[in-house]
Nanobody
């Protein structure tokens, strides 16, 4: 499956952005989808994931209550709505897909497919 992330940009602290990740190449509905981010000089970290049905979502503590992950299997797209952004959210955001059984994946090594990343910059 090929993943294309979009929607990043420059936003002021307290603002919002919605990231999208469009998938192509295989049946999208069977995949767990995740969002990760990587800030300069730091390791890639888990942000959120959603089960293939959309019924189970998981968030990192740093974004819980501010970010919402969702998916539209008919459009082969997963979204990340980001609200109340702060400077620490500045990073390149990556979407990822995994076909293994289960409802959540939080490790970088657990995903088989990755998008190219989209830059999110939050200014103070």
């Amino acid at each position: 499956v090929q993943l294309q992330a979009s929607g990043g940009g420059l936003v002021q602290a307290g603002g919002s952005l919605r990231l999208s990740c469009a998938a192509s190449g295989r049946t999208f509905g069977g995949y767990i989808m995740g969002w990760f981010r990587q800030a300069p000089g730091k390791e890639r970290e888990f942000v959120a994931c959603i089960s293939w049905s959309g019924g189970t979502t998981t968030y990192s503590d740093s974004v819980k209550g501010r970010f919402t992950i969702s998916r539209d299997n008919a459009k082969n797209t997963v979204y990340l709505q980001m609200n109340s952004l702060n400077f620490e959210d500045t990073a390149v955001y990556y979407c990822a897909a995994d076909r293994s059984p289960g409802v959540r994946r939080v490790g970088v090594g657990e995903y088989d497919y990755w998008g190219q990343g989209t830059q999110v910059t939050v200014s103070s």
